[in-house]
């Protein structure tokens, strides 16, 4: 149980696109679903928490236009990282939880901006 | 002084071995402690989920949490090649909604050799 997927596992864009990432739990119901972002040989660094039907919440230092976040249900949550420029490229990886209950992650989605 | 200290290795051993691997940590309201691995290129998988001081076990794994030392510890018995990961120690404060934001540690890179 507490499978998490995310789509799409590669992108590979033109500078000035927008990218959207899906995270969905598959099995179970989550109340609460994060984003991570990480660069090579580092952990992984929290951009925004994100609960069902709510505005996401977003940690200092990221920005909010940049990397929109949306949590239509309770098994869905996406990224979109608008305009994206090559600084954007880095390994993007969603988690979901149920209340009381460890996080599980996708498997994360590679993006590359040319 | 940082939230979470974890050594990044690289930490070698042949197969077979026992590996013990460490945290510690700053924040005395942490109260989940999670262990999990990551594979190259892919999420972080939960191994070991605890939130209380003592010793949990599960198969060749077990996860030892002191917080009146602040201190966790993950060992592994009977090394094998598939465990060869990068292991991340996790901590949060709570469990459940916006206080169940994980602090990682840095990760370490583990390699079991056959």
């Known amino acids: 149980g507490a499978v998490v997927s995310q789509h799409p596992s590669r992108v590979i864009c033109k500078s000035g696109t927008s990218v959207k990432i899906e995270c969905r739990s598959l099995?179970?119901?989550?109340?609460?679903m994060f984003w991570y972002r990480q660069f090579p040989k580092q952990s992984l660094m929290l951009m925004a928490t994100?609960?069902?039907?709510?505005?996401?919440?977003?940690e200092q230092g990221v920005e909010k236009d940049k990397f929109l976040i949306n949590h239509a249900s309770l098994t869905l949550s996406t990224l979109t990282v608008t305009s994206a420029h090559p600084e954007d490229s880095s390994f993007y990886i969603c988690?979901?939880?149920?209340?009381?209950?460890?996080?599980?992650f996708g498997d994360g989605t590679r993006l590359s901006i040319l | 002084q940082k939230e979470v200290e974890q050594d990044p290795g690289p930490l070698s051993v042949p197969e077979g071995a026992i590996v013990s691997l460490n945290c510690t940590y700053s924040?005395?309201?942490?109260?989940?402690f999670m262990w999990y691995r990551q594979y190259s290129r892919k999420g972080p998988e939960l191994l070991m989920y605890t939130y209380s001081s003592g010793n949990k076990e599960d198969g060749r794994f077990t996860a030892q949490v002191d917080k009146s030392s602040k201190y966790i510890s993950l060992f592994i018995r009977d090394s094998q090649p598939s465990d060869s990961a990068t292991y991340l120690c996790a901590m949060s404060e709570g469990s459940g909604g916006s206080n169940y934001k994980l602090t990682f540690g840095k990760g370490t890179l583990l390699t079991v050799n056959p």
């Open positions: 099995d179970f119901q989550a109340t609460t």
């Open positions: 924040n005395s309201a942490f109260q989940y």
């Open positions: 994100s609960n069902e039907g709510s505005k996401a919440t977003y």
């Open positions: 988690s979901a939880s149920r209340r009381g209950e460890p996080q599980h």
